[in-house]
Antibody, heavy 119, light 107 residues
Framework: DVQLVESGGGLVQPGGSLRLSCEGS????????MSWVRQAPGKGLEWVAN????????NYADSLKGRITISRDNSRNSLSLQLDSLRAEDTAVYYC????????????WGQGTLVTVSS | DIQMTQSPSTLSASVGDRVTLTCRAS??????LAWYQQKSGKAPKPLIY???TLESGVPSRFSGSGSGTEFTLTISSLQPDDFATYYC?????????FGQGTRLEIK
C-alpha cells in the first residue's frame, strides 16, 4: 500500500524556522512528482510547492516564495519542506502528496502535520 | 492566476438524493480538473481527475463532467458516507489553485 507519513510539525515562534519531512513507502518514490499542500484551521486547501521526480524542477506558491524550500532525497524516499521567517498566517496542517504521471493532481496524501506559529 | 469558484458553498441534502456540485474556472483549463472529498480532521481523498475519470476504488455513484471553464461533480444517490466537504482543483498552469469547497450536509 502507498503510504506518506509527514513529521516535523510543532509550535514555533513568529520569525522562526521549521523543517517538515515526508517519507514515502509502498511505491517507487523517484517515479513521482511530489507536493506540499496546506490547510489553515477551518479553511480550504492551498497548494504550497511541488518538485520533479529528480528534483531538477521546483515550483512555489507566490505567497510563500522566498520563505520556503522544497527538496527531496530519493535514496531515502524522503520529501522535505524548509519553512523560514514563519508568520501566524502560516499556521496550518501541511500535507505531503504524490502526483501520478506528469499531471499535478494528487492521487495519494499523507495524514498531515500541524504547524502552529505563535508566541 | 486561475481562480476556481465552487457553488454552492453549502448544500443540504438527504440520503438517496441526487446532487450536483459546480466548479467554475476564471479561464479555460481544458479538462485539467480534479475533485477531492475531505472529512473533518482527515486528509483529502482523490475522487476524480481529468474532469471525468474516476480514481480507482471510488464508487460509481460519483461522476464528473465539463471542460473549459465549467465543471460538475454529481453524486447519483447520496449515501451516509458522502456527507463531507468537496474541493475542485485545476492543474492547467502554476500556481495550482483549489476552489473554496462545498460542504455537503445532511438535511
Amino acid at each position: 500500500d502507498v503510504q506518506l507519513v509527514e513529521s516535523g510539525g510543532g509550535l514555533v515562534q513568529p520569525g522562526g524556522s521549521l523543517r517538515l519531512s515526508c517519507e514515502g513507502s509502498g511505491f517507487t518514490f523517484n517515479n513521482y512528482w511530489m507536493s506540499w499542500v496546506r490547510q489553515a484551521p477551518g479553511k480550504g486547501l492551498e497548494w504550497v510547492a511541488n518538485i520533479r521526480k529528480d528534483g531538477s524542477i521546483k515550483n512555489y506558491a507566490d505567497s510563500l516564495k522566498g520563505r520556503i524550500t522544497i527538496s527531496r532525497d530519493n535514496s531515502r524516499n524522503s520529501l522535505s519542506l524548509q519553512l523560514d521567517s514563519l508568520r501566524a498566517e502560516d499556521t496550518a496542517v501541511y500535507y505531503c502528496a504524490r502526483y501520478p504521471g506528469n499531471s499535478a493532481y494528487a492521487d495519494s496524501w499523507g495524514q498531515g502535520t500541524l504547524v502552529t506559529v505563535s508566541s | 492566476d486561475i481562480q476556481m469558484t465552487q457553488s454552492p458553498s453549502t448544500l443540504s441534502a438527504s440520503v438517496g438524493d441526487r446532487v450536483t456540485l459546480t466548479c467554475r474556472a476564471s479561464q479555460s483549463i481544458s479538462n485539467r480538473l480534479a475533485w477531492y472529498q475531505q472529512k473533518s480532521g482527515k486528509a483529502p481523498k482523490p475522487l476524480i481527475y481529468m474532469a471525468s475519470t474516476l480514481e480507482s476504488g471510488v464508487p460509481s455513484r460519483f461522476s464528473g463532467s465539463g471542460s473549459g471553464t465549467e465543471f460538475t461533480l454529481t453524486i447519483s444517490s447520496l449515501q451516509p458516507d458522502d456527507f463531507a466537504t468537496y474541493y475542485c482543483q485545476h492543474y492547467e498552469a502554476y500556481p495550482i489553485t483549489f476552489g473554496q469547497g462545498t460542504r455537503l450536509e445532511i438535511k
